[in-house]
């Protein structure tokens, strides 16, 4: 059944916007989880290398601009809230100030294209978390569902790929490889879900679109202990193996992350790239798909087709749209005991 909304709510990871703020967010985002001190401090100096400022928090506020736009022009014209998982503003904050404002229905979009716990299930637990705190008064909130292979996700990524393509000489273009990177994730954690899948539909849907018949998915930004197995091939181990087949250029596209942030900034822009020269490939980072207006239209698509009573449900290749509503137990974060 269509549902009627009177709120659009922004959900993404959040970042710090100063350096005083950047040991606070890191113990908030790894609270409860099995992270060293000195793996804390190592991240940090990650934001410290950038003035302790995430971009993220700019990029948040240029999308949550275009998507305003965009539903006044073209509607639904709803009020718009932004809240955050890990710093301000705070999901929490968020949504009481929802329930004050007399918000009783939102749909909300969250900056995570694919499924997995990290990317999808703890954003549902967030929700439920902020809502309990708020207590009576606050909003029910629909999250809108999975986009890796909406084609407006598809078009906005393939227009930055192809952006990044025009940056190598003519001459060797079509022999440069495409290396789409995504966030690792524990392999017993990435068994039990769609992660791999989805994202391998995307790279395949994009590179299709811009005529590329090879193209590569590694992993970064990996965290955790050191005896937990991690999705591979890590991003510098695919560059060392193309740097030995003999490519000269590649085209390193980071398809999971939606926004610029710290862990595109460091790991691609200073290790990746470092690595990059020291074996002697040129390497062209793509940018992520931003306020893109395709991925903006997008937005409100999936906004439209939620309060429509016969929606149209946009998506390419043959997995066909994501539900509204996960099932139950769906990401869980480990495999269960047998």
């Given amino acids: 059944m269509a549902a009627s909304y009177d709120a659009f709510l922004l959900i993404s990871f959040g970042g710090p916007d100063r350096g005083e703020d950047v040991v606070p967010f890191l113990e908030n985002v790894t609270r409860d989880k099995r992270v060293s001190a000195e793996r804390l401090r190592e991240v940090a100096e990650h934001y410290y290398h950038f003035g302790g400022i995430s971009p993220l928090n700019e990029e948040n506020r240029a999308l949550l601009r275009a998507v305003i ?145 090879q193209w590569d998915l590694a992993f970064q930004s990996r965290g955790g202990p050191p005896d937990q197995a991690w999705l591979e091939p890590e991003v510098g181990q695919q560059l060392f193996q193309l740097a030995r087949c003999g490519v000269a250029d590649v085209v390193v596209v980071p398809i999971g992350f939606l926004a610029e942030h710290i862990e ?43 309060i429509s009573d016969d929606p149209t449900r946009l998506a390419l290749g043959a997995r066909g749209p994501a539900p509204d509503v996960c099932p139950p137990g769906c990401c869980p974060s480990v495999r269960p005991a047998m």
């Avoid at 932004?82 to 503003?89: A, D, V």
């Avoid at 990059?276 to 798909?289: A, E, I, S, Y």
Wanted: charged share 25%; proline share 4%.
């Fill in 69 to 213: 736009q965009e539903l006044n022009t073209h509607g639904p014209q709803l009020p718009a809230y932004w809240g955050n998982r890990y710093w301000h503003p705070l999901l929490v904050d968020t949504v009481r100030q929802m329930a004050e404002d007399g918000i009783r229905r939102a749909v909300a979009f969250v900056t995570s294209a694919f499924g997995s716990h990290a990317g999808c299930r703890q954003y549902l637990e967030a929700i439920q978390r902020a809502r309990q705190a708020v207590g009576a008064g606050a909003p029910e909130i629909d999250k809108l569902r999975l986009f890796y292979n909406h084609p407006g996700f598809v078009e906005a990524m393939a227009d930055r790929v192809q952006e990044a393509l025009g940056q190598i000489p003519e001459r060797r273009r079509e022999a440069s490889r495409l290396v789409y990177t995504a966030h690792s994730l524990p392999v017993a954690m990435a068994s039990r879900c769609e992660y791999v899948d989805q994202l391998r539909e995307a790279c395949r849907l994009v590179s299709e679109r811009v005529g590329r018949a």
């Fill in 264 to 306: 595109v900034l460091y790991d691609l822009d200073v290790e990746a790239a470092g690595l990059c020269d020291q074996l002697g490939l040129n390497m062209v980072r793509c940018r992520t798909v931003g306020a893109h207006p395709c991925f903006v239209r997008m937005i409100r698509q999936l906004i439209v087709e939620r």
